[in-house]
């Protein structure tokens, strides 16, 4: 359904059509002349075309569009782009603009491309109802989705990507995923067992451990063999290309001037992505290694299929994408899709759940009374929890969880590009460009529109008073979620996750990991900030934004692991 604002239509609909005719017009005459140009001056007039019509575009979405208000552009170039990458603390800026601007305002970016950020309840859950449809992937993501992981379920739109979640949705069932559980298990015994050894040969009780190489290699193995019944070795020490190019990413976190500025003009200029660097020579290299295994999976999985040998066995994920392989239903998919659900599942294991285990072992370490806490809830257990228990008995373990998705997303934000005009309602008033109060925005098509993860999860006007402290008390407490925070429609009132027809397929899966890996480590060890509860955290950069000790090199993060003798 297409939105049309009433209050726009009649004096600016005459203006469209006055400019549609004179570009009509325009158009024709430099059509006429260039027949006696010179290829160069062909080259040049068809350029300048193009601008034209770009500008008129940019004109008409102006136009259409609820004049908001919002920061002024500290650069001429990049706007106030500048001012969000250079931030420590990107949901900061973000909130601190929400109460100057209201919870909708318009942010300038690179050479004069605008966006309109939600942080308002009420708009986030309409823009998320209509993505896919409504709203579609920016040029920029279109172009960085399908070099890095191909044309799978993250790139797809519309009617492909349901079709290629409903392909993929059979493997991740409650009773497929609580058969993966003693995998899990398996891999951090393992990390039990080398971190026993390290502080043995330490002579103490105790040692220094970098946890975030530890939590990338647990994290790797465990979708390996949950998923695709591949070993990749990382936690005992082999050096997969996969595994390789992975800790290349890590080890070279910072970002210069010259990449930031490139970051920040990818967005104007998408094909900017194919310029080489070496950021992008190690995408390309991670791509083809990821191709590389993941057809050796599918090959090897599709020749057992025809044996006969998967037959009565519940279906784990490549068992899925194998037989929805060429199949003529409206569950299939293609090869490409296969490779491409494979290899996101692989990026989001080594980087989304391994921050997550992370930041929770660090928030553990920095607030020693939940650590106890969630120790004493852990202990009334004897054995190795079940999924049924990881699920249900464990409500302080389950806060825990939660409350580290909130404070600290793996996804930083969300972006799309407005496909058709709409109306987007919000929850309070705010104020426009010309001052009329306004509980909706009109938005034409290609309009950008933005969401910060983090400023929504930590909002104190959505979250209360104490949103920027790690409390996870809050989900037991009877009134714990305000009611503000109960509007937001993801998973546990979250955007962790995201919401609406593209929220992560494999949360249920994240999730169980992390409650495993955390009922093991915290029932064995005490976590201590290396430098003393006062250590900084700094933001470093892998393939994404993850925690580092604040000088360390790329992206490492040591803490003091101590036996717990009970």
Aim: glycine content about 8%.
């Amino acid at each position: 359904m297409t939105w049309q604002s009433p209050r726009i239509l009649g004096s600016g609909d005459t203006l469209l059509a006055c400019v549609t005719m004179d570009t009509t017009l325009i158009v024709l005459r430099l059509a006429t002349i260039i027949h006696s140009l010179s290829v160069v001056n062909v080259t040049a007039a068809f350029v300048g075309i193009l601008a034209f019509h770009a500008a008129v575009r940019e004109s008409r979405r102006r136009l259409k569009t609820t004049k908001l208000r919002g920061p002024p552009p500290s650069s001429f170039i990049f706007g106030a782009g500048k001012d969000i990458l250079d931030a420590p603390d990107t949901g900061e800026v973000y909130e601190a603009w929400v109460q100057e601007y209201g919870v909708v305002y318009e942010v300038p970016l690179a050479l004069g491309k605008r966006k309109v950020i939600l942080c308002d309840p009420k708009a986030v859950a309409h823009f998320f109802a209509g993505d896919t449809r409504t709203y579609g992937h920016t040029a920029l993501d279109k172009v960085t989705l399908e070099r890095s992981v191909g044309k799978g379920i993250l790139w797809a739109m519309g009617e492909d990507h349901r079709r290629q979640r409903r392909s993929m949705s059979p493997a991740f069932t409650y009773t497929s995923i609580g058969k993966l559980t003693p995998v899990f298990y398996n891999c951090v015994y393992k990390v039990k067992a080398a971190w026993d050894g390290v502080i043995s040969a330490n002579g103490e009780d105790s040692a220094v451990i970098e946890v975030s190489q530890w939590m990338n290699h647990l994290s790797l193995d465990s979708i390996g063999l949950a998923g695709f019944s591949h070993d990749f070795g990382a936690l005992d020490g082999r050096k997969a290309p996969v595994t390789r190019i992975f800790e290349a990413f890590q080890e070279s976190s910072k970002r210069n001037d010259m990449s930031s500025g490139v970051f920040l003009l990818l967005q104007v200029f998408p094909m900017l992505v194919y310029i080489p660097s070496p950021r992008m020579r190690l995408v390309r290299e991670l791509h083809y290694a990821m191709v590389d295994v993941c057809n050796a999976m599918l090959d090897q999985t599709k020749k057992e299929k025809e044996a006969g040998a998967l037959d009565g066995k519940e279906k784990s994920i490549i068992e899925v994408l194998v037989q929805a392989e060429g199949t003529d239903t409206g569950f299939y998919a293609t090869r490409e899709e296969a490779l491409a659900q494979m290899k996101a599942l692989l990026i989001a294991a080594y980087e989304s759940s391994a921050i997550n285990l992370v930041w929770a072992l660090v928030e553990l370490a920095r607030n020693p009374e939940v650590q106890t806490a969630l120790r004493e809830e852990l202990l009334t257990f004897r054995e190795d929890l079940t999924y049924e228990q990881l699920n249900k008995g464990l409500p302080y373990l389950d806060a825990v969880a939660h409350e580290t998705l909130r404070l600290h997303p793996s996804i930083p934000d969300f972006e799309r590009i407005a496909e058709e005009d709409d109306v987007i309602p919000l929850s309070e008033p705010v104020h426009t460009k010309t001052g009329e109060v306004v509980d909706r925005i009109h938005v034409a098509a290609g309009t950008l529109i933005g969401i910060s993860t983090p400023s929504i999860n930590r909002s104190a006007a959505i979250w209360g008073v104490d949103a920027k402290k790690f409390r996870p008390e809050r989900w037991i407490e009877k009134d714990g979620i305000t009611k503000k925070a109960q509007e937001v429609q993801g998973h546990r009132h979250l955007l962790s996750f995201g919401d609406g027809p593209r929220m992560c397929i494999g949360k249920g899966i994240a999730l169980t990991m992390f409650k495993v890996v955390l009922s093991v480590l915290v029932k064995n060890y005490v976590f201590e900030m290396r430098d003393g509860p006062d250590t900084k955290i700094e933001m470093g950069r892998a393939l994404s934004v993850r925690p580092k000790v604040a000088g360390e090199q790329g992206a490492r993060l040591p803490l003091r692991v101590k036996r717990y003798e009970g």
